[in-house]
């Protein structure tokens, strides 16, 4: 699946999405729909808005959002592109298109008459993945896009455009709701108001392909840049959200890599994940995996002794499990970092000598993250053509804070995916494929950790009709 288009309505999450079928030559991109009251347990509504046609605009139907008008009637606006239609600069052309649904979303009504096109000082190949909310203040609704100014240094033009109507159907050019000349572009943009806290997410279309916050006190900005101020790695994308009562989620993909294997290439589209994002007081927001997904795992296990004390003052040591950790599992580790550490973490699906596998490396010096693999791809026949000059993963660092004392690592298997979480607020997403099973274990690199938790969940419910391995996708 590709960008989730996520709609809450009592109580139901409505989740729309890209069906990406990766045929060749292409069909055309429709919008499928599931729906969840638990985000475990999952309806499939299959196809809600088939591609146009050959002939269409919206050969392609990619991303925008869902709105309900004070009649009870909902709106989709979505992107429509076709290949083979061109702009009035010659780029690839993408247009926003509407339709509306009488029945509850069960079918849809497309408006060709209320197309339109990139407005005067934009790029027309960029002008996408419409959101649209309601402004009471204003007493308008509001449209932010994913655009480009047709001038200026090509790789910082991104800009969220913005039009506003009065009716849902004309829509009228407004200045730009956000314009920090930075990035190729923001992509699937959203804003919304938590307490006292306004929020714009969008996925930096650019260099670091991640989704980005940034808050204000009112939709009129300035909007501050948060230390932290990314949901994930670079393995989850296009990340929208919806709220249910006091809680807020957040719907992306982790990303699928060409071939099967760590040294493929990112796919664009991947397997649906949620994370849960908590507000703290300052406004900042902290991310984890929802209570449902870890619920889905059952009675801890201990996969080594508590109170496990591992010093390695100028060297390395680790502890491996006894048992090969199951295809799915949840496993939470629980470690007293001591002052001057260099790295320590979890080692996964690793051999019986704890080398080949994969690692979430804790570096306190550094304050971040890592994800790291052994062995690492060859870059020729020399010993020293190993790849040593990439110590990890480069694109799936995260910071966090990590002073001496007490941290935790929890990270959920499942199948391929993994996503990793410390101290229930930084969030790691990745695919793992060479290496399927295999031990897990803890370890410390120049200086000493104690392990007060290791703990291993089984998943606690079978799947009703397994397509692959994927998280929140237990019961379809």
């Not at 402004?135 to 033009?157: C, F, K, N, Q, V």
């Not at 714009?200 to 939709?219: G, I, K, N, P, Q």
């Not at 927001?285 to 508590?306: D, I, S, V």
């Not at 020399?382 to 001496?404: K, M, N, T, Y």
Request: charged share 25%; net charge negative.
């Amino acid at each position: 699946m590709g960008d989730v288009i996520p709609w809450q309505e009592d109580g139901v999450l409505h989740l729309f999405y890209l069906h990406e079928t990766r045929q060749v030559p292409k069909q055309g991109m429709p919008w499928h729909r599931i729906s969840t009251e638990n985000l475990v347990d999952f309806a499939d509504h299959g196809e809600v808005i088939a591609s146009g046609g050959a002939a269409a605009d919206d050969f392609n139907v990619y991303t925008g959002s869902i709105v309900r008008d004070g009649e009870g009637v909902h709106h989709a606006f979505y992107t429509g592109q076709n290949p083979d239609r061109r702009g009035r600069d010659g780029l690839p052309l993408q247009l926003i298109l509407h339709a509306t649904s009488h029945d509850n979303m069960a079918s849809w009504q497309r408006h060709p008459e209320h197309t339109f096109g990139a407005t005067a000082g934009y790029e027309t190949a960029d002008w996408r993945d419409p959101f649209v909310f309601r402004d009471e203040s204003a007493g308008l609704w509001r449209m932010l896009i994913t655009a480009r100014h047709d001038r200026g240094p090509a790789r910082r033009r991104g800009v969220v455009a913005q039009c506003v109507s009065h009716d849902l159907a004309l829509w009228e050019p407004a200045p730009p709701f956000w314009d920090p000349r930075r990035y190729v572009a923001h992509e699937c943009p959203e804003v919304f108001q938590w307490g006292d806290w306004w929020y714009l997410v969008s996925s930096e279309f650019s260099d670091a392909f991640t989704t980005r916050y940034r808050m204000a006190r009112s939709l009129d900005g300035p909007w501050i840049v948060p230390e932290h101020d990314t949901l994930d790695s670079r393995a989850f994308y296009a990340a929208k959200s919806a709220a249910r009562g006091d809680r807020r989620f957040f719907f992306g993909w982790i990303a699928t890599r060409e071939g099967g294997t760590d040294d493929g290439a990112w796919q664009w589209a991947g397997t649906m994940s949620v994370i849960e994002a908590e507000q703290r007081a300052d406004g900042t927001l902290a991310f984890h995996p929802t209570r449902e997904l870890r619920q889905t795992f059952g009675t801890p296990n201990t996969a080594l002794p508590a109170r496990t004390t591992l010093s390695a003052p100028d060297g390395y040591a680790q502890v491996l499990s006894e048992e090969i950790s199951e295809e799915a599992f949840r496993l939470v580790a629980r470690f007293e970092i001591g002052s001057g550490t260099r790295e320590c973490g979890i080692v996964l699906r690793v051999g019986d000598d704890g080398e080949s596998g994969y690692s979430l490396r804790l570096e306190p010096q550094r304050n971040r993250l890592v994800f790291d693999r052994w062995p690492r791809r060859s870059t020729g026949t020399e010993q020293w053509q190993i790849s040593g000059d990439v110590p990890f993963v480069i694109e799936l660092e995260r910071p966090v804070d990590l002073a001496a004392g007490e941290h935790e690592l929890e990270v959920i298997v499942d199948g391929e995916l993994c996503v990793a979480t410390v101290d229930d607020s930084t969030v790691l997403s990745t695919r793992l494929y060479d290496h399927p099973t295999g031990r897990v274990g803890a370890f410390v690199g120049e200086g000493e950790i104690t392990v007060l938790e290791f703990t291993r969940r089984t998943r606690d419910r079978s799947p009703v009709e397994a397509r692959q391995p994927g998280l929140l996708t237990t019961n379809v």
